[in-house]
């Protein structure tokens, strides 16, 4: 299972921290990523992390501004925000699956889900 926190009211220019952490089974060589899904919106991916070897792959939306990254002792990923935009509101979910390098961001890939954790970014 799959577990996210860290979302809350922030202002424009503000930052957050978004946590992600695994339990029941290890994710060691799985991708973990982030996608969002503002209020009618299709769901839509943010960063992503390659467990082995630990490459990153940003959207270019938050490319600068997010930064992803993993603690592998505590099993855990997280999603520092800064310079956050009224346009970053959304529900935040944490995902991780066995996927391939071109699929990376592409939510379907992914088998398992956080629950989600809302994001408000105020003007």
């Known amino acids: 299972q799959l577990q996210a926190s860290g979302g809350g009211l922030v202002q424009a220019g503000g930052s957050l921290r978004l946590s992600c952490a695994a339990s029941?089974?290890?994710?060691?060589?799985?991708?973990k990523g982030w996608f969002r899904q503002a209020p009618g919106k299709e769901r839509e991916f943010v960063a992503v992390?390659?467990?082995?070897?630990?490459?990153?792959y940003y959207a270019d939306s938050v490319k600068g501004r997010f930064t992803i990254s993993r603690d592998n002792a505590k099993n855990t990923m997280y999603l520092q925000m800064n310079s956050l935009k009224p346009e970053d509101t959304a529900v935040y979910y944490c995902?991780?699956?066995?996927?391939?390098?071109?699929?990376?961001?592409?939510?379907?890939?992914?088998?398992?889900w956080g629950q989600g954790t809302q994001v408000t970014v105020s003007s």
């Open positions: 995902a991780a699956g066995n996927v391939i390098l071109s699929q990376l961001k592409m939510s379907a890939a992914y088998y398992y």
């Open positions: 029941g089974r290890t994710f060691s060589s799985y991708a």
């Open positions: 992390i390659r467990w082995s070897g630990g490459r990153t």
